[in-house]
């Protein structure tokens, strides 16, 4: 595990020229609602990024969990550009899976080439529906099976070469399957939101699409996907911790050049407290942040749901917002029409109300387990005396 001064150091020596790159067109882009371009990700891929935490012998860089997400925290920390740490993690976490599953065919045709930068990948789960009435048919025909449905709002879907996506087979499981973005009957629909904007966010539509025996990722589609999205919650709590530290540094800035009444705001007590809250909020998640990661890397953690990952995911999203706004009360009109990124940040936060799982959902699941008995609850562990 390499220190916090490390890790920036790192990311600056291989990838600074990079990452400044990306950043150059972000206003732009955000503006016009344009994606990363693809040619980012193979960047990112032939410079040792997308495989830092792959293992050396599929070409990776061999870096463990810990040192991984402190990368991501920083790259979501310097990189202007939000979406670039967002789209390139939904690749390297679907790669984490198909390498997961066990299968060289799957680390020859999608892993190694998703960590060269070669392929672009993405997950394609969510549909207008619960995962149970999932509408989306995987049928069988002859030795392979056809795929018709529809995936509503898939990050990264218009940069994406390839789609681990899910449909319901006659058995009613649902099931994981590759597709790729030229396969016939796929058609991917630029689509937005609120936020963001750059991540080329699309609708995947699938009209009877074939789909061969050897791109079936087996029957419980259900726990795969849950995998996925447990890894994930992981992953976006270290980016909205680095999105974090810069808007919170970001504002500092301003404020320490903003005089009203003749002196710089940041002597005044209010702006002084609101900057303390938005420096504990930072500091608090990033400390969660560091223990679930560690824990995490100790190999304490339950593949499908972990508590604490889905946990850590909820409260920096909730701290995210509450900073976002923060934000906004104490920098007035300009972070409303001063400086575009407080908006970005606000909507690309208030995304992660409902991204990966909404925080609804998280309390409802964490507190069914907690009682069914299937959790200590934490006075029981640490009782003061
Ligand atoms: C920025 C962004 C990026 C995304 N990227 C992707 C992507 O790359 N791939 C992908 O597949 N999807 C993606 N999504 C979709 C995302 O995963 C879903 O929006 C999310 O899982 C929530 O599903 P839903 O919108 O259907 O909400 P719903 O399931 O309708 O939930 C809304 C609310 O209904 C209530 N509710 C629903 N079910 C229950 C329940 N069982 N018990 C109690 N209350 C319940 C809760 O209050 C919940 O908060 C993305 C979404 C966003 C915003």
């Known amino acids: ?18 990452l400044a790159q990306i950043s150059r067109a972000t206003d732009h882009r955000q503006l016009a609602g344009e994606a990363v371009p693809r040619e980012f990700f193979a960047m990112a891929g032939a410079t040792g990024l997308i495989g830092y935490a792959f293992p050396q012998d599929i070409g990776g860089g061999g870096a463990d969990l810990r040192t991984w997400g402190a990368v991501m925290e920083e ?13 390139m ?15 060289p065919d799957l680390v ?6 998703i960590v ?30 056809v795929l018709s449905g529809a995936k ?16 319901r087979d006659e058995a009613g499981r649902v099931v994981g399957c590759l597709v790729h973005c030229d396969d016939d009957g796929v058609e991917v629909l630029p689509a937005s939101g609120l936020g963001f904007r750059t991540s080329g966010m699309g609708r995947l539509v699938l009209r009877d699409v074939p789909v061969s025996a050897d791109r079936v990722i087996g029957a419980d589609g259900l726990a795969h996907a849950q995998r996925y999205l447990n890894h994930r919650r992981l ?23 903003t005089v009203r009444h003749g002196g710089p705001v940041t002597e005044l007590p209010n702006v002084q407290a609101a900057i303390g809250r938005m420096h504990i909020a930072v500091e608090t998640t990033r400390s969660v942040v560091a223990s679930t990661l560690a824990r995490v890397a100790d190999g304490a953690v339950d593949p499908v749901f972990d508590i604490g990952i889905s946990a850590a995911k909820h409260f920096a999203t909730e701290q995210a917002v509450m900073l976002a706004t923060q934000a906004f009360r104490v920098l007035g009109g300009h972070a409303y029409y001063g400086d575009p990124r407080y908006g970005i940040f606000l909507q690309d936060c208030v995304a992660l109300l409902c991204a990966a799982g909404t925080q609804e959902l998280i309390e409802v699941n964490i507190g069914a387990l907690v ?15």
């Open 235 to 257: 992953i976006l709590t270290c980016l909205v911790t680095g999105m974090m530290r810069a808007l919170l540094a970001r504002c500092v800035t301003r404020l320490r050049t």
């Open 152 to 167: 509503d709002f898939i990050t990264g879907a218009t940069t994406a070469d390839v789609f681990l996506t899910y449909g």
């Open 1 to 18: 595990m390499r220190t916090e001064v490390d890790v920036a150091e790192l990311v600056e020596q291989r990838w600074g020229a990079l």
């Open 75 to 87: 790259l979501a920390r310097v990189c202007a550009e939000p979406a670039f740490p967002i789209v």
């Open 108 to 113: 020859e045709h999608y892993v190694k080439p």
């Open 89 to 103: 993690s939904m690749g390297t976490g679907v790669a984490s899976v198909l390498q997961d599953c066990g299968r």
């Open 116 to 145: 060269r930068g070669d392929r672009t990948a993405t997950l394609a789960f969510s549909e207008d529906a619960d995962p149970f009435s999932m509408r989306t048919e995987l049928r069988r025909v002859g030795d392979g099976y």
């Open 371 to 385: 009682t069914a008995g299937l959790v200590e609850p934490a006075e029981k562990s640490e009782v003061l005396t």
